[in-house]
């Protein structure tokens, strides 16, 4: 990815090699609940230590920790500022062909642990985002682990993975969140349910702001869209399911296949048109 010419986004909280502030647990309803399951598989932790923890009602957040020059420095601290950068670039201009206007996400940066509008959550969660407070929470460590243990490296697998959380603030902004989160649990779980249908659209978001991002700015190269349809592809729920525990079991999808991801994805890339990605009127997936 060519992108020194993107500015970097102000909107980042570095808190790394701050502690995190005190534990507590994860405070997510509904479908921010789902959101955060399946990155205990990414990780091998079985799901239900994070179900466990999961409660309605959100909790307060800890001070961020003073950044240094370093830190800001950082080439992934860098790299994660232009890709954010880019994603409010998109979205700001595309709200704005709807009329409508794009309020930007934070971003943390953390390691370990950290407090969150959502609760106290672990790298073993994963990458995600929290609509209580808006914000997406990341720990570099996971983009280690997504090329050692999945098989997906390159830069445009960790920017799918932050165009892939921020889709989910899109949504949330665009009130998406709150509509499947009046269906109740029951419709959510499975295959074919809310959830998947959530996360499969947060993919296609994720193509359509790399489409967009690409005309203007010109920033894939060769390999690029490889990159990103090897990062969809595994993290696909059968693939996760399989790896950690040898089995498949569709009731318990969260996300969607690899093949459904993957195409949800290519969808949003090959279009840039946010009207292809309505998953929940979608016949079949």
Known sequence: MRLDDQRESTNIDDRRGSGGGGRGPLRIGGIGGVILVIGALYFG?????????????????????????AAKDDPGRKFIARILGSTEDVWSSTFQQMGRTYHDPGLVLFSGGTQSGC?????????????????VYLDLQFFQELQDRLGASG??????????????????????????????????????????????????????WAKRANDTRHFLETGD??????????????????????????????????????AWFKRGL????????DTFNAPAL
Request: hydrophobic residues 35%.
């Open 45 to 69: 932790v079985d799901p239900r230590v994070v179900l466990s923890l999961l409660e309605n009602g959100p909790t307060a957040n800890t001070p961020a920790a003073t950044q240094t020059q």
């Open 119 to 135: 609760g106290y959550a672990q790298t073993s969660v994963g990458p995600f985002y929290c609509p209580a407070d808006h914000k």
């Open 155 to 208: 830069d445009f697998a960790k920017a799918y993975v932050v165009a892939h959380e921020v889709g989910h603030h899109v949504q949330n902004e665009l009130g998406i969140m709150q509509q499947v989160n009046q269906q109740g649990s029951a419709a959510q779980k499975g295959a074919n349910g809310l959830s998947v249908r959530v996360e499969l659209q947060a993919d296609c978001f994720a193509g359509v």
């Open 225 to 262: 869209i490889e990159e990103g349809m090897n990062a969809a592809s595994a993290v696909g729920d059968d693939r996760l399911e399989r790896k950690a525990q040898g089995y498949v079991v569709p009731d318990s999808f969260t996300h969607g296949t690899s093949a459904q991801r993957v």
């Open 270 to 277: 090959e279009s840039g048109d946010i009207k292809r990605c």
